[in-house]
């Protein structure tokens, strides 16, 4: 059993995951309608990725013998003025999760919770793998976004990117 403060701060997170989902996904039919399928591509499987981050939790959860309160998600919202500008904001948007995660860590240590901090720490670890991910796109997209063929090469390159589910 987890402690009610537990179970809220992971039910937050299960919403912030699907939310994830959400905005990658509408993301991804951004890129689909100009004709940029490699990143639709990456981030239709970044958003598959965020269904499962949500649904780990889900069943942590309740396999803690604890409850599940689904809330609602909210509309994703982002500026669609350039693949530069969407991965500037999908960086902001996972450091963002990078602090809440960090605020689940910082709750468990509080509620001497040792098995959630177990837990969690397969998500501190996923979010440095992600915010480098991203990093990496932008620099490219900063160092050659601005010519047409090299664009058309580094949406080459996304396309090959291919689900896996997480290894947790
Ligand atoms: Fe984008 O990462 Fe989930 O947790």
């Known amino acids: 059993m987890i402690s009610d403060k537990i179970r809220d701060i992971l039910n937050e997170q299960i919403n ?8 990658y996904l509408s993301m991804s039919a951004y890129f689909s309608e100009i004709g940029m399928y490699g990143f639709s591509n990456w ?14 939790l889900f069943e942590y959860v309740l396999g803690r013998n604890s409850q599940i309160h689904l809330g609602q998600i909210s509309t994703p919202n982002f500026d669609m003025n350039s693949p530069l500008e ?7 948007h ?8 960090d605020a689940v860590a910082n709750m468990t240590e ?5 098995a959630t901090r177990n837990f969690i720490d397969w998500y501190l670890n996923e979010q440095i ?3 480098a991910a991203v990093l990496r796109i932008i620099s490219k997209l900063k160092t050659f976004g601005s010519e047409k063929s090299a664009l058309y090469l580094i949406d080459k390159e996304l396309s090959q990117r291919e689900y896996e589910s997480p290894s947790y």
Request: charged fraction near 35%; hydrophobic fraction near 30%.
């Open 43 to 56: 981030t239709k499987v970044q958003s598959k990725e965020e269904i499962d981050h949500g649904m780990i």
């Open 94 to 101: 996972e450091r963002s999760i990078t602090s809440a995660i």
């Open 16 to 23: 912030k995951e699907f939310y994830s989902a959400y905005l």
């Open 110 to 114: 509080g509620e001497c919770d040792l």
């Open 86 to 92: 969407v991965f500037e904001q999908i960086y902001q």
């Open 129 to 131: 793998e992600e915010e």
